[in-house]
C-alpha cells in the first residue's frame, strides 16, 4: 500500500508541475535576457569545434582532441584539471560495406553494429530474409540457416530506443544458424541509421550486424517480396582495450560545499547536440564563473566530463560512480548535481518524409524541441528550477519526478526495485552520470531532450541555434547561482526525496 501511494503521488507530481507549460504554451513567450558575458556565439562555437573532432571515440585519435581542447580551456580559466581512466574493451570497425547482389546490384549506406562478429577478408554472400521484428514465431516460420536476416526494430520510442532492442533477435538469429543480420528503426529521419550494440550472449560465435535507413529497409522488403535477394556482407573488425578517460576541474569556493555539474564528451557519430551541446554548456558555465571574485561564490563548483558513457557495456553512469566512490571527501560535500545532456535543438519532426518544424507539441513558432526535466522532490530546488525554465523559455516541457522514475525498474533484479541496490531503474538510465548523486541523497536536476536526429550521423551542430544554447545556458547560469546563495541544509533534509 505504501509503494502504490508513493506513485500516486509522484504521478500527481508530474501533472502539477506541467501545468505551468499547459496555462503558457497558448501564447508567445519573451525569454529573460541573458546574464552578463554570455555569448550564444561563443558557446556555439564551443559546440563546433568539439563537433570538428569527428565521432568521439574511446580509443581514437578524435576522442584524444576533443579531451585535450577541454583541458586547455578549464588550465586556461585557472581550474585545477585531473583526470581518470576506465580499462575496457572497445570495438574498432576498419572496413565494412553491404551490397545487394541480386536483383540488382547497389551498395547500401551502413554501418556496423557495435561488437558485431567480422565476415574475415573475403566477405560473405548469402540469401536475405525478412522475419518482421525478429520475435520467436517468426524465426520458426523461415527457415534463417546460413542466410542474413532483415530484422525490424519498429518505431523508437521518444526518439530513443524501441522495445525491440530488448528481445535480443540478434541472439535469436545467431541460435537459428542465421550467417549475418541487418537491423534498421521505421523513424530514423531521411534515410539515415541509428548505431545499436549487438549481443550474442551464450548464442555462440556474434555474427556480422549492420544497421541501415527505413528507405534502403523498405527497398529490400520489397525485393524479398518479389522473389530471391541476395546481399554481400564485408566487414573487418578487432576488439581491443581502450581507456575510458575521464576529467574533472574544480573551482573553490569560499566553503567546501560542492556544486556538481556533469557533462559527457564522447559521442556517437558527430555529435551535434548528444553531446557537443552538453560539453559547450559545460565550458561556457566554466568560464562564467571562472570570472567571478571568491567572495561572490559561496560555494565550490566542480565539473565533470566523462568519457564512460557511450560505449562502456552496462550503464552510462559508470564513470561518476568511480568518481565519487573514489573521492568521498569530495562527494559527501555535494549539495546539488546538475547534469547537461541533449541540452538545444530545434524542434524538427519528419512527416511523410519530410522534415517540419510544426509538430503538435510545437505549435507556436519559436518553440523548442519538447523538453524532460528529471528532478528531485525538493522543495527550494524546485523553486529555482521552474522560474528559470520559463524565465528564459525553454517550453515546452515535461516534468519526470526522480523518485517515479526511480520506481520502475529495467533489470532483472526484482529484490532491488525501488530501493538504493537498484542501478537498474529507469531513473538511472536517464539521469546517467547524475545518477551515483542521487543514490547518495543529493538533490538532481537534469534538463535534457531526444530529437529525432539520437544516434544518427545527422546530428549535428546545424540542427541548433547560438540563441538556443544560450537560453539553455542562462537557465543553469541562475540555477548554480540561486543553489550557490542557498544554505547548504536546505538541500540535505532528507536522503532522497
Known sequence: MQRKGELKSAAFLVVLLSIPFILLAGKSLRAGESPPGVSGEEIY??????SEFGPRRPGTAAMDRARDHIISQLEEWGYKVWTDSIPFEQYFPERWSLEV????????????MWHSGPTGRDGLTAELVYVGKGGERAFGEE??????????????????????????????????????????????????????????????????????????????????????????????????????????????????????????????????????????????????????????????????FYGSHEYLIGNCNQGSRKFLDENPRLAEKVVVAI???????????????????????????GMDQPRGIFITRNFVLNRIV???????????????????????????????AGTDDNWDSLLLWCICESGPAYRRGVPTVRIMMAPQWYHTPMDTVDHFSPDRIKRAVAVHIEIIEKVDRAPPEKFRKKKRN
Open 339 to 365: 547534469g547537461l545532456d541533449h541540452m538545444a535543438n530545434y524542434p524538427d519532426k519528419e512527416y511523410f518524409g519530410r522534415t517540419t518544424r510544426i509538430r503538435p507539441m510545437t505549435p507556436i513558432p
Open 45 to 50: 562555437g564551443f559546440a563546433r569545434t568539439q
Open 143 to 304: 527457415d534463417v540457416s546460413g542466410k542474413v536476416v532483415l530484422v525490424s526494430w519498429g518505431h523508437r520510442f521518444l526518439n530513443l530506443m524501441s522495445m525491440a532492442a530488448f528481445s535480443n533477435s540478434y541472439g535469436r538469429a545467431i541460435e537459428n544458424g542465421a550467417r549475418g543480420y541487418i537491423q534498421f528503426y521505421t523513424n530514423t529521419p531521411g534515410n539515415s541509421y541509428q548505431l545499436v550494440f549487438a549481443d550474442a550472449g551464450d548464442t555462440g560465435p556474434a555474427i556480422p550486424g549492420f544497421s541501415i535507413g527505413k528507405e534502403d529497409a523498405k527497398d529490400l522488403k520489397r525485393l524479398v517480396r518479389k522473389g530471391d535477394v541476395r546481399v554481400r556482407m564485408e566487414l573487418e573488425s578487432e576488439e581491443r582495450e581502450a581507456l575510458a578517460q575521464n576529467i574533472f576541474a574544480i573551482l573553490p569556493g569560499r566553503t567546501e560545499d560542492i556544486i556538481l555539474v556533469d557533462t559527457h564528451y564522447c559521442s556517437i557519430f558527430a555529435g551535434g547536440f548528444d553531446n557537443a551541446s552538453g560539453v559547450a554548456s559545460a565550458l561556457a558555465l566554466a568560464k562564467h564563473f571562472a570570472v567571478k571574485p571568491l567572495e561572490e561564490r559561496e560555494k565550490t563548483l566542480v565539473f565533470t
Open 386 to 416: 521552474f522560474p528559470a525554465v520559463l524565465k528564459y523559455r525553454l517550453i515546452p516541457f515535461v516534468v519526470f519526478p526522480n523518485r517515479l522514475m526511480d520506481a520502475i525498474n529495467t533489470g532483472n533484479s526484482e529484490e532491488a
Open 101 to 112: 547482389v541480386s536483383p540488382n546490384g547497389r551498395t547500401l549506406e551502413s554501418f556496423p
